[in-house]
């Protein structure tokens, strides 16, 4: 595994690139309780901008993190709205990939009672977000890079995942840190083969591989066991960070230790986006020279600001973090 580079000009910019999932959240809060008398005619959905991807790139910039973002948007009102709102929360948009064939990605997002997110996309046509062109991948901006991280969603269609793994290799070959969130989206609760051998190939370039213990690491390993998925998935290769939602997370090292981590005690508001701003609590305290254990504790933080607050990234700054740390 890569030792992060400590040159001063790369420490000091502490850049990541992300690549992946961005899209326009409609978030739909459904009265809180039965006792609530809110008329379904009073909600109002809001906007946000979103995809796992996207909700990383947003948190890593509220923890002053310089993040330049490859992802793919329609040439639509979605895609204008997104890309101003992550101009506006500092997350480099210079490399994004404006498709005149495809429409921007965009998320009906329902919060229930409990603060739970349940998902309903647009099954209409094809999403900008899986069409990143391999040719537009950025290669110096990659090289001068302190991270890569990578999004594994919809890894078997479109082009989005050939860029990936193009970006994936670059930044082997210049020993920079490479992580990657499984983030697999299957209803039937199975894989295909060619999702299997695509994602696989993702797994085998990333140094860290984080992903729900239940719905990705198990999914993928076909092992129900927690700890003997992720060790099956660490594979002496890589660590391996397998989030247990409320239960906090199991962190597997290629040496095979295994470590539980407890979550942070708070009320739950709104569950969405929860394991993406861990990615970047993680990733975040990495680059300020943690240990692997110290950052999967900071990402235990990070999603607990996440989920104790409406919207993903409303609660999340240094301050509220340092707070929460005890620091």
Known sequence: ?????????????????????????????????????TSFNEIRPTLSPGGTAGNTSVTLARLGIDVDMLFAIGSDSY?????????????????????????????????DHLGERHFAGNPYGEPASVYYP????????????????????????????????????????????VSLDLNLRNSNNRLSKQYRQAIAKAIDLADYVLGSANDEI???????????????LSSGKRTVI??????????V??????????????????????????NAGFISAQLDGASTIEAARTGNA?????????????NITRETLDALLGN
């Open 134 to 177: 391999p040719e537009k991948v950025p290669i110096d901006s990659i090289a001068q890079s302190s991270w890569l991280h990578a999004s594994g969603s919809r890894f078997d269609y479109g082009t989005t995942p050939l860029a990936i793994l193009k970006s994936m290799k670059i930044a082997k070959e210049h020993n920079i840190p």
């Open 1 to 37: 595994m890569p030792e992060i580079n400590s040159s001063p000009s790369r420490m000091i910019a502490k850049k990541v690139t992300v690549i992946g999932d961005a899209a326009v959240d409609m978030l739909i809060q459904l009265p809180k309780s039965q006792q609530d008398t």
């Open 79 to 111: 895609g204008k709205y997104l890309r101003r709102a992550l101009d506006q929360e500092l997350v480099n948009t210079k490399h994004v990939y404006v498709s005149p064939d495809h429409f921007t990605l965009h998320v009906n997002v329902i919060i």
């Open 302 to 314: 990070i999603a607990a600001l996440c989920v104790s607050n409406e919207g993903v990234t409303q």
């Open 218 to 232: 198990s999914l993928y390993t076909q092992i129900e066991d927690k700890h003997t998925a992720a060790l099956a």
């Open 253 to 278: 090292t290629p040496t095979g230790d295994i470590t539980l981590i407890p979550a942070y005690k708070v009320p739950v508001v709104d569950t969405l986006g929860a394991g993406d701003t861990y």
């Open 242 to 251: 397998s989030r247990l939602g409320e239960n906090g997370c199991l962190v």
